[in-house]
């Protein structure tokens, strides 16, 4: 794909480096935060055989290139594992590792690598990853350092850079003496760590610096990464300050991946005239919004409370010939139900099943919360039997909703459900908790309502203060009613 | 991310979350119920509702109505019987109001 020299995926995985299968903006979040939970965990366990066979194989996406020329048993030798950052200790158990005769065979250079990754998890510095590097061909002259070794080195530097990043250039510039010239590998390496060891700043001059040169020019996925980490610990204008300064510098132009990052958002953050001037200038590139960015867009209006305004987007793509997913549907109906059109919602489901989507929970769990809103509760009841029917189960979320509607509808059922709520140990929703209360407590269930408070403690539901601050301005509230005499 | 709830309380009233849960002294009363010198508003109504539930002190008829023990009266301003949904006020006469 992308980068032809990308040979051993898994290495790099640890580090938090994902290979290029999985760079799509779209799933970015998840698989980057469940790889970095592997590199954590990989690197806090001590290498026993479970955790370092976990090492190895990371989420199936990413054993695409199939560890070449390694034979199974090698992932039961015994690793070094460093808890001291003190470099004679590490010197001193490699070297002895060397002695063994039956080693000899796997000290090949991915399971050097491997120990080089492992002390620079503890050492202090650089510096010292560098000795045992050093100290490592010496001893084992097999091992010949690759560019994966000074990858390593790079990515220590990046966790704890200098904040004129001298010691980040200092591995560079050891890594291209060493004959290995950095490449758009190395930027995407070095720009990951920063970012997610929370060195934005360092990140943006890092990659300023680095696309000054044509072979460690950034590619979309890394440029997209940091536009996207940006977005979310920046303000708008310094991120599209800093888009302009790429491209205008470097030539480096946001894509339509870069458009969706930014009106992602400005629509999270509720600025639907950001996200329209968005839209424009994309087009005014040359772009043409694909399904992800309606869906974007969609899900904006839903954010605003203009949940009407779905139904105009999803016939301009219509129109334009846009095909529709699961997620335009699902975002559609949301929006339909949440504005008091659930009818609507409900004639899109025949439209669905025409395109060969079938709802899910989402799709259910949204026309509910619609039903609960036009007050027909017994009918988002009903729904509940007809999606179990179907093989589709319910999750938290529709029963918070259910438990939502019903109180307001019919207590003696929502009493009910949180009954089952309870067998199954699901967590209550702060919405749905205080809706509860309230309704218990209207209807002189005081006694119940300290129950579900207990158990929202229970289930870690909510926080203590939370759910105690609820009940007391319930209570609060009910007293007061008491001595107007509106309630029991 | 903090819950929606929390959240508002947070940003709508930083003192009136500080009021529940910093750590206070108790008067003397208090002490003696709770064991420590020191607790929260939040501690102590804790403590209060566990403690009814331990000794089942709630009516079997009417579970909203806490029929109060020697212990429990000394704190609830000698009452004999109080209902559930008073509580937190109860418990809240002994935490003074802070001056502003």
């Given at each position: 794909m992308v980068y032809p020299s990308r040979t051993n995926t898994q290495q790099f995985s640890s580090m938090g480096k994902l290979p290029p299968s999985l760079k799509?903006?779209?799933?970015l979040v998840q698989p980057v935060q469940s790889l970095l939970k592997n590199a954590q965990s990989s690197t806090q366990q001590s290498p026993s055989q479970s955790s370092h066979r976990h090492a190895r194989k990371p989420?199936?996406?990413?054993?695409?290139n199939p560890p070449q020329?390694?034979?199974?048993?090698?992932?039961?030798s015994p690793a070094i594992t460093f808890t001291s950052s003190d470099i004679s200790s590490a010197k001193n158990q490699f070297t002895s590792l060397t002695?063994?005769?039956?080693?000899s065979s796997i000290l090949n250079n991915r399971f050097c690598n491997s120990v080089l990754e492992s002390f620079t998890s503890v050492s202090l510095s650089v510096q010292d990853s560098i000795f045992l590097l050093n100290h490592m061909t010496k001893v084992n002259p097999s091992f010949t350092p690759d560019k994966s070794s000074y990858h390593i080195l790079l990515s220590q530097s990046c966790t704890k850079p200098d904040l004129d990043l001298s010691n980040v250039e200092q591995a560079l510039t050891l890594m291209a003496s060493n004959g290995f010239q950095p490449d758009k590998v190395t930027t995407d390496i070095a720009i990951r760590t920063l970012c997610s060891t929370g060195h934005e700043e360092q990140a943006v001059e890092l990659i300023k610096k680095l696309s000054q040169v044509q072979t460690t020019k950034p590619d979309t996925y890394t440029y997209n990464f940091l536009v996207k980490r940006l977005v979310k610990n920046r303000t708008l204008s310094s991120v599209s300050l800093f888009i302009d300064e790429m491209r205008k510098g470097f030539g480096l132009k946001p894509d339509l991946v870069t458009y969706t990052i930014m009106i992602d958002n400005v629509c999270n953050g509720k600025n639907l005239r950001e996200a329209m001037r968005l839209l424009d200038v994309l087009k005014e590139e040359g772009f043409k919004p694909d399904c992800y960015l309606y869906n974007t867009i969609m899900k904006g209006y839903c954010t605003v409370s203009l949940g009407g305004e779905v139904l105009r987007v999803y016939k301009k793509m219509i129109e334009e010939e846009i095909e529709p997913d699961l997620v335009t549907y699902n975002t559609l109906i949301y929006g339909l139900a949440k504005s008091g059109k659930v009818k609507e919602g409900i004639r899109f489901l025949k439209e669905m099943a025409k395109m060969g989507y079938f709802p899910d929970v989402v799709t259910y769990t949204s026309l509910m919360n619609g039903l609960c809103r036009d007050g027909n509760a017994l009918g988002a009841l009903e729904l509940l039997g007809e999606m179990e029917s179907k093989g589709c189960s319910p999750n938290e979320c529709t029963y918070n909703t259910l438990l939502h509607g019903l109180c307001k509808a019919r207590l003696d059922k929502g009493v009910e459900l949180y009954g089952v709520m309870k067998g199954n140990g699901m967590k209550l929703e702060s919405g749905s908790y205080g809706t509860f209360l309230r309704a218990l407590c209207r209807s002189g269930k005081v006694a119940e309502a300290y129950e579900v408070y207990d158990y929202a403690i229970e289930s870690k539901s909510l926080t203590d203060v939370a759910a105690y601050t609820t009940l007391e301005s319930t209570l609060k509230w009910l007293q007061k009613a008491k001595e107007q005499g509106l309630a029991v | 991310m903090l819950p929606q709830r929390m959240k508002k309380v947070v940003t709508d009233n930083p003192k009136k979350l500080a009021t529940l849960i910093d750590l206070v002294n108790l008067p003397s009363t208090f002490r003696e119920f709770v064991g420590r010198s020191q607790s929260s508003r939040l501690g102590c109504f804790q403590h209060v509702w566990s403690y009814i539930k331990e000794n089942k002190l709630?009516?079997?008829?009417?579970?909203?109505?806490v029929h109060c023990d020697a212990k429990l009266k000394s704190i609830l301003l000698g009452k004999t019987q109080v209902e559930l949904a008073e509580l937190p006020m109860l418990i809240k006469l002994h935490f003074p109001k802070v001056q502003k």
């Open positions: 799509t903006s779209k799933n989420p199936k996406s990413t054993t695409k020329t390694i034979t199974p048993t090698i992932h039961r002695t063994i005769p039956k080693y | 709630q009516d079997p008829n009417n579970k909203n109505i």
